[in-house]
């Protein structure tokens, strides 16, 4: 989902405009993660879901006011990197503090 999302030109242009305002060296893919990574910080509260849905990433872009879990704010932000040629050098990282080991958290990281 995040490949096919990353493929939009709008969300290439979305994310080009945000990275242009905080001046990222087009070849530094860290530099972007960093900048997107404040951008999600700054524009996107973090919501818990009662249950569990997967929110593509174009509708965690366009309202990001309504807040999002964890997995959807991983999604759009590696479609984001996608759109701007950092999709290589992304991965999902999954994350556990449970007693059984299943995962309850991802993020994404960027290889350096």
């Not at 872009?61 to 290589?88: I, K, N, T, W």
């Not at 050098?89 to 958290?105: E, K, Q």
Request: one cysteine or more; a positive charge.
């Amino acid at each position: 989902m995040a490949i096919e999302s990353g493929r939009k030109p709008a969300l290439r242009i979305f994310t080009s405009e945000i990275l242009a305002r905080h001046a990222v060296p087009e070849r530094n893919n860290v530099a972007k993660a960093e900048a997107l990574r404040r951008w999600f910080r700054k524009n996107v509260p973090y919501q818990m879901e009662a249950g569990e849905q997967i929110v593509k990433p174009e509708l965690t872009l366009s309202r990001p006011e309504l807040g999002y879990d964890c997995d959807d704010q991983s999604l759009a932000l590696a479609a984001m990197l996608v759109s701007v040629g950092a999709g290589a050098d992304t991965r999902f990282n999954y994350w556990s503090n449970r007693p059984n080991g299943n995962p309850n958290h991802v993020s994404v990281g960027v290889k350096t």
